[in-house]
């Protein structure tokens, strides 16, 4: 009798902590928000470190000493970043201050193009629809996503500092787990080396493909072909949409300027690059499948993008990366890395 009396009070308790987990994830992400500048550097050296640990792991292979690979690695990574972050600044100072010239010359072009297609009756003349998409809303897009992650890794000393402890403390930290459970030691170990082994060949692959299509596009006279060469580089990391992103202002900038037939020229050069690296090379050095579904790339993109900015939008499928190789290390979660990855290990499991 005594139980009865709150056996009609039971049936809300699901609800009740649908509601405070809800609310916890909401404060979570308003906590993040206010917090995005020191959140945004140390995800930055979170992404140096998984860069670093595959370098790192080679070195140590080689018979280098540990301290002497780590400081190789350290150097390194701070030179190049450095130096990367140095000469994108300079290129997007550049590009901003051509911006509202090259505005210009997209409304032209935009106008001109908007009456070709009125006189032929496909659209109305007055929707002036190709000058809002790329000299209104598609320019001025780029020069944040470039600056916000160049100008961190040029800006601020303090990501050098945490990646530098991180880097440190990386051989530690699946020791410290065998002295809490040898479970969590064996599915550390297995993770971190997923994680070494993705970081490191998507690194090689993404460099490789930005270089191709900085030279190509510096070839063929297309400007700001270091910038473009960059976000090809950075948006490499985000499979499924990353590269068509980054090929978008290349290719409108190359029509605009420098004429169909370029333009023609350097989408064939895109598509080939991404298609050779992205879906021959890169598979067979990656093994396996680590695909995450192109909507969970899209809404991390959106939900970290409006939470962390520009770094946030780049950081947030590597971070998908990591959770589904966490996901796919343990039994109990696999399921999880199943429901956000793009279905192949579904149909591969089928055949």
Same mark, same amino acid.
């Given at each position: 009798m005594e139980n009865s009396k709150y056996d009609? #009070? !039971?049936?809300y308790v699901g609800g009740v902590r649908f509601w405070i987990v809800a609310i916890g994830v909401i404060i979570s992400m308003a906590a993040l928000k206010q917090a995005s500048h020191i959140i945004n550097i140390i995800l930055v050296a979170a992404f140096f470190t998984a860069v670093s640990l595959s370098p790192l792991n080679w070195l140590k292979k080689k018979g280098v000493p540990k301290w002497l690979a780590t400081t190789i690695v350290v150097f390194s990574i701070i030179l190049i970043f450095?130096? =990367?972050g140095l000469l994108i600044g300079e290129s997007v100072n550049n590009f901003m201050d051509k911006l509202p010239t090259l505005q210009a010359q997209f409304d032209s072009f935009a106008t001109k193009t908007n009456n070709q297609l009125a006189n032929l009756g496909i659209i109305n003349a007055n929707d002036n629809i190709l000058s809002n998409i790329t000299g209104k809303s598609l320019l001025p897009m780029v020069a944040p996503v470039a600056s916000g992650f160049g100008s961190v890794l040029s800006g601020s000393a303090l990501i050098f500092i945490i990646f530098i402890f991180m880097i440190a403390e990386s051989d530690q930290f699946a020791k410290k787990l065998s002295y809490i459970s040898a479970d969590s030691s064996q599915h550390s170990v297995q993770m971190i080396k997923q /994680?070494? *082994?993705y970081f490191g060949i998507k690194t090689l692959t993404s460099l490789s493909t930005g270089i191709l299509v900085g030279v190509s596009l510096y070839i063929l006279g297309v400007q700001f072909a270091l910038l473009w060469g960059f976000l090809a580089f950075i948006l490499n990391f985000i499979p499924s949409i990353g590269s068509f992103i980054a090929a978008i202002p290349a290719i409108l900038l190359a029509l605009v300027l420098n004429g169909p037939m370029i333009a023609l020229i350097a989408m /064939? =050069? #895109? !598509?080939? =690059? *991404?298609?050779v690296i992205g879906n021959v090379i890169e598979p067979q050095l990656m093994g396996r499948n680590l695909g995450i579904s192109p909507l969970v790339v899209f809404l991390s993109m959106m939900l970290f993008g409006y939470i962390l900015g520009p770094v946030g939008m780049l950081i947030a499928t590597p971070l998908a990366i990591v959770l589904k190789i966490i996901f796919d290390s343990r039994e109990v979660t696999r399921g999880l890395g199943i429901l956000i990855g793009d279905g192949r290990e579904i149909e591969e499991s089928e055949d």
């Amino acid at each position: 009798m005594e139980n009865s009396k709150y056996d009609k #009070y !039971l049936q809300y308790v699901g609800g009740v902590r649908f509601w405070i987990v809800a609310i916890g994830v909401i404060i979570s992400m308003a906590a993040l928000k206010q917090a995005s500048h020191i959140i945004n550097i140390i995800l930055v050296a979170a992404f140096f470190t998984a860069v670093s640990l595959s370098p790192l792991n080679w070195l140590k292979k080689k018979g280098v000493p540990k301290w002497l690979a780590t400081t190789i690695v350290v150097f390194s990574i701070i030179l190049i970043f450095g130096l =990367i972050g140095l000469l994108i600044g300079e290129s997007v100072n550049n590009f901003m201050d051509k911006l509202p010239t090259l505005q210009a010359q997209f409304d032209s072009f935009a106008t001109k193009t908007n009456n070709q297609l009125a006189n032929l009756g496909i659209i109305n003349a007055n929707d002036n629809i190709l000058s809002n998409i790329t000299g209104k809303s598609l320019l001025p897009m780029v020069a944040p996503v470039a600056s916000g992650f160049g100008s961190v890794l040029s800006g601020s000393a303090l990501i050098f500092i945490i990646f530098i402890f991180m880097i440190a403390e990386s051989d530690q930290f699946a020791k410290k787990l065998s002295y809490i459970s040898a479970d969590s030691s064996q599915h550390s170990v297995q993770m971190i080396k997923q /994680i070494r *082994n993705y970081f490191g060949i998507k690194t090689l692959t993404s460099l490789s493909t930005g270089i191709l299509v900085g030279v190509s596009l510096y070839i063929l006279g297309v400007q700001f072909a270091l910038l473009w060469g960059f976000l090809a580089f950075i948006l490499n990391f985000i499979p499924s949409i990353g590269s068509f992103i980054a090929a978008i202002p290349a290719i409108l900038l190359a029509l605009v300027l420098n004429g169909p037939m370029i333009a023609l020229i350097a989408m /064939i =050069i #895109y !598509l080939v =690059i *991404n298609t050779v690296i992205g879906n021959v090379i890169e598979p067979q050095l990656m093994g396996r499948n680590l695909g995450i579904s192109p909507l969970v790339v899209f809404l991390s993109m959106m939900l970290f993008g409006y939470i962390l900015g520009p770094v946030g939008m780049l950081i947030a499928t590597p971070l998908a990366i990591v959770l589904k190789i966490i996901f796919d290390s343990r039994e109990v979660t696999r399921g999880l890395g199943i429901l956000i990855g793009d279905g192949r290990e579904i149909e591969e499991s089928e055949d």
